[in-house]
């Protein structure tokens, strides 16, 4: 593709899906698809239990001292070192998954996908606009076509074949006149291409129209080429007739009689060529239209190749961005776990520690102090919060 864009003047390729997102120091989704982390989880349950077993041994410590006394004490002041040991257990998590620039990542995603879908929108309308540019000028072109390029083909065809049947018949004469077969051949086949040339051209000049000036010396001089070597031919062919028939017939009457043969065939041959064959003016039309007809494919397929760096752009952007929701509902799926074993660890320990005094202290019918959680916000693409207890 890149080949083909330098060929298209104001046409650039879009960066690769992957290319914006390390231009933007923004990982792969790939980075992201992990939303689990078990070595974080076994290391929280090894803590979760140590707290436990300590918080078992506070109770029992607690109840030998008789404390929480049975009126006027405070249930904080007992556990407020539960809240310290589970808040560093919520801090931990934060930094263990790097929650710190979760939604910062995707809205670089958004915005660079938004960016880079914005470059090949404008590469897609320009390569649209060169699609139908480049088909009007086709449709323009093949409008003025008059022989198409299959009849050139087949005239060609037959003019090689008539040429062919002449070279071998001169061949014949020149041995006659003592010459070996490959000089022969050579001779005749000079002869015979120099006369398609000279016949070429002689019909070019004849098919231009009135708005090209016409040679008449070209004309002329190439009329005489050609006469020529119709004379030239038709002389060796009587003198290899008498040789071969051993019989005397008239080297002018024979020569005019071969040449008139030699122009019926040739005029018969020009005649095709004038109305089948091209001109030059139509064989540099059809060599245009091949020419349109190839950038008209490469323009096509850049804009397929386009509408396809597109959904992938739309697809990886989406997808990282599905990916960082998950890793962020992860991190409060933990944090909401780090706060129901602190409740349990709490109520434990209240269960114990009142289980062995003689007295219920009134601070157990109090509210356990509140453990300071940090969720990581969640937003949605359009903008909408969504926290993480939902």
């Known amino acids: 593709m890149k080949k083909f864009i330098e060929t298209v003047p104001g046409l650039k390729r879009p960066r690769a899906p992957e290319e914006f ?58 556990v407020m070192h539960l809240v310290t040991l589970f808040e560093e257990c919520g801090r931990h998590i934060h930094t263990r998954l790097n929650t710190t620039g979760l939604e910062r990542i995707k809205e670089q995603v958004t915005e660079a996908a938004a960016e880079e879908i914005k470059v090949i929108q404008e590469e897609k309308a320009r390569v649209d606009n060169e699609v139908r540019n480049s088909e009007r000028d086709l449709k323009s072109l093949l409008a003025k076509v008059v022989a198409p390029v299959l009849a050139s083909l087949y005239v060609t065809a037959i003019v090689m074949i008539l040429l062919s049947t002449d070279v071998v018949y001169n061949i014949n004469a020149f041995q006659a006149m003592g010459f070996n077969f490959i000089k022969s051949f050579l001779i ?12 070429y051209f002689l019909f070019e000049e004849l098919r231009k129209d009135e708005t090209m000036k016409k040679s008449t010396a070209k004309i002329v001089g190439l009329s005489l080429v050609i006469v020529g070597c119709f004379v030239g031919i038709s002389y060796m062919r009587i003198n290899f007739l008498n040789e071969m028939g051993g019989q005397a017939v008239s080297p002018v009457f024979g020569t005019l009689a071969f040449v008139l043969i030699n122009i019926l065939i040739f005029g018969a041959t020009s005649v095709i060529f004038h109305k089948f064959y091209p001109t030059k003016e139509e064989r540099k039309l059809q060599k245009d239209i091949s020419a349109m007809k190839k950038l008209l494919g490469k323009l096509k397929a850049q804009y397929r190749q386009l509408v396809e760096d597109e959904g992938i752009i739309r697809t990886r952007s989406k997808e990282l961005v599905r990916e960082t929701d998950d890793l962020i509902d992860y991190a409060n799926h933990m944090l909401k776990e780090n706060i129901a074993y602190y409740r349990k660890v709490v109520a434990v320990w209240m ?3 009142s289980s062995r005094l003689p007295y219920m202290p009134d601070c157990m019918e109090q509210e356990i102090p509140e453990l300071k959680t940090e969720f990581v916000i969640r937003k949605r693409v359009n903008g909408e919060k969504v926290t993480g207890d939902e």
């Open 351 to 353: 269960k114990e520690t």
């Open 21 to 78: 997102l390390k231009e933007k120091g923004l990982p792969e989704p790939k980075q992201i698809r992990n939303v689990t982390a078990p070595a974080l989880e076994v290391h929280l349950k090894s803590r979760y239990q140590k707290i436990g077993e300590e918080s078992l041994q506070d109770a029992e410590n607690s109840a030998r001292r008789m404390r929480p006394k049975e009126h006027g004490d405070k249930l904080s002041s007992y």
């Open 188 to 199: 005749s086949f000079g002869v015979v291409v120099s006369l398609a040339i000279a016949g």
